[in-house]
């Protein structure tokens, strides 16, 4: 069974530990919450995580965000407060 299909009690958060290139499952659940916004992703729409952080990411914006955000001399501050965007 590929780990990522099975996605545990619905409607229940998962826990996840996220790798390089993968994540694998710590507990089941059908979703995380983004770290940038404090939306959920469904797991079958997670793509954006930092795995030094242990972080998911609903989209790239929230991502560049987060790290603008946590790092301010690394790039534009502004990127910091740049729309949520539901792509």
Request: glycine share 6%; charged share 25%; aromatic share 8%.
């Amino acid at each position: 069974m590929d780990e990522k299909s099975f996605s545990g009690k619905p409607g229940g958060e998962a826990r996840l530990r996220y790798d390089l290139s993968d994540y694998q499952i710590l507990t089941p659940g059908s979703f995380v919450i983004c770290a940038q916004t404090g939306k959920p992703i469904p797991l079958e729409e997670l793509r954006y995580w930092n795995p030094q952080r242990q972080e998911a990411y609903i989209n790239a914006v929230a991502s560049t965000a987060r790290e603008a955000a946590l790092n301010p001399a690394s790039g534009d501050a502004a990127i910091a407060t740049a729309p949520d965007t539901d792509e």
